[in-house]
């Protein structure tokens, strides 16, 4: 299926169906709100998530939102698709409703107003803001039933645990650790970060622990750089056992390559 332009696909059901059972057809398409169009038909389904959480970082950054409720945005939408197919709903509404409840979430609470004129000037980038007119009120109205629709379809556990507050941990650990002259003259804290923000792309924050995702990151950026850990061969165990006792390298390493294939997504999705 093709989405063709809308983002304003929502249901008029009064419950949702999971993945397992058919979900109703019935949609109310606004298809005259918008011109992009996302074609998810010809795309793997990762590529997909790829381009719209895309839009909800950088839709994100312009509402100016922090880093956690961010990721929030981006796990709220990747839980979503792991209980709706993926043709069900139009994907740049979910992504919308996910910004609006991460909003709510995590206390920093946004305006559909801005939320929809940020994703109106993103996919035109020379148009004037939308106008007050009913057009609007329907796409306000679609991000809120949307809203609820997916609150029911998450069960209400919307709250996460990320892994942002254990990389900061990490990161200041290392620091002592390393000599001064190993930590200032390599960005192993800024490309940690960079990679932790990159891996909302994919559904990394689903299938792993969040201690083990910043214990991964924190490694790769090491990796990047060639810079290692002092009486690392002396140790007892790795340093990155360290800071997670159940971690385990095939972990490490599958993190790692989910990570490299987001990057590869990167480089051919324009």
Same mark, same amino acid.
């Given at each position: 299926?093709? /989405?063709?332009?809308?983002?304003? =696909?929502?249901?008029?059901?009064?419950?949702?169906?999971?993945?397992?059972?058919? +979900?109703?057809?019935?949609?109310? =398409?606004? /298809?005259?709100?918008?011109?992009? =169009? /996302?074609?998810? #038909?010809?795309?793997?389904?990762?590529?997909?998530?790829?381009?719209?959480?895309?839009?909800?970082?950088?839709?994100?950054?312009?509402?100016?939102?922090?880093?956690?409720?961010?990721?929030?945005?981006?796990?709220?939408?990747?839980?979503?698709? #792991?209980?709706? *197919?993926?043709?069900?709903?139009?994907?740049?509404?979910?992504?919308?409703?996910?910004?609006?409840?991460?909003?709510? +979430?995590?206390?920093?609470?946004?305006?559909?107003?801005?939320?929809? *004129?940020?994703? /109106?000037?993103?996919? *035109?980038?020379?148009?004037?803001?939308?106008?007050?007119?009913?057009?609007? !009120?329907?796409?306000? @109205?679609?991000?809120?039933?949307?809203?609820?629709?997916?609150?029911?379809?998450?069960?209400?556990? +919307? &709250?996460?645990?990320?892994?942002?507050?254990?990389?900061?941990?990490?990161?200041?650990?290392?620091? *002592? !650790?390393?000599?001064?002259?190993?930590?200032?003259?390599?960005?192993?804290?800024?490309?940690? !970060?960079?990679?932790?923000?990159? &891996?909302?792309?994919?559904?990394?924050?689903?299938?792993?622990?969040?201690?083990?995702?910043?214990?991964?990151?924190?490694?790769?950026?090491?990796?990047?750089?060639?810079?290692?850990?002092?009486?690392?061969?002396?140790?007892?165990?790795? !340093?990155?056992?360290?800071?997670?006792?159940?971690?385990?390298?095939?972990?490490? @390493?599958?993190?790692? &390559?989910?990570?490299?294939?987001?990057?590869?997504?990167?480089?051919?999705?324009?």
């Amino acid at each position: 299926m093709c /989405h063709q332009s809308t983002y304003a =696909c929502t249901q008029t059901h009064h419950s949702h169906t999971p993945k397992t059972h058919s +979900v109703p057809s019935t949609k109310l =398409c606004l /298809h005259h709100l918008f011109t992009h =169009c /996302h074609k998810s #038909c010809e795309e793997g389904e990762a590529r997909v998530h790829f381009r719209v959480t895309r839009f909800i970082m950088e839709a994100g950054v312009k509402l100016g939102m922090q880093s956690i409720p961010i990721a929030t945005a981006c796990t709220i939408y990747h839980k979503f698709f #792991c209980e709706i *197919n993926l043709e069900a709903y139009d994907l740049y509404l979910v992504a919308m409703s996910s910004i609006y409840l991460a909003g709510k +979430v995590e206390e920093q609470h946004l305006r559909t107003r801005d939320i929809i *004129n940020v994703s /109106h000037r993103y996919f *035109n980038p020379s148009s004037e803001p939308l106008e007050l007119d009913s057009r609007f !009120w329907e796409l306000r @109205d679609s991000i809120v039933q949307c809203e609820l629709l997916m609150l029911r379809v998450l069960r209400f556990q +919307v &709250s996460f645990q990320h892994p942002h507050k254990y990389l900061l941990h990490y990161l200041i650990s290392l620091k *002592n !650790w390393l000599n001064r002259y190993s930590w200032q003259r390599t960005p192993i804290s800024v490309t940690a !970060w960079a990679l932790l923000r990159d &891996s909302y792309h994919g559904g990394l924050c689903l299938r792993f622990q969040a201690q083990h995702l910043a214990v991964a990151v924190l490694y790769l950026a090491l990796q990047v750089y060639g810079v290692e850990v002092p009486a690392e061969g002396e140790a007892q165990k790795p !340093w990155w056992q360290v800071f997670s006792d159940d971690l385990t390298k095939p972990i490490i @390493d599958n993190i790692v &390559s989910d990570l490299i294939q987001i990057y590869a997504m990167d480089t051919e999705i324009p």
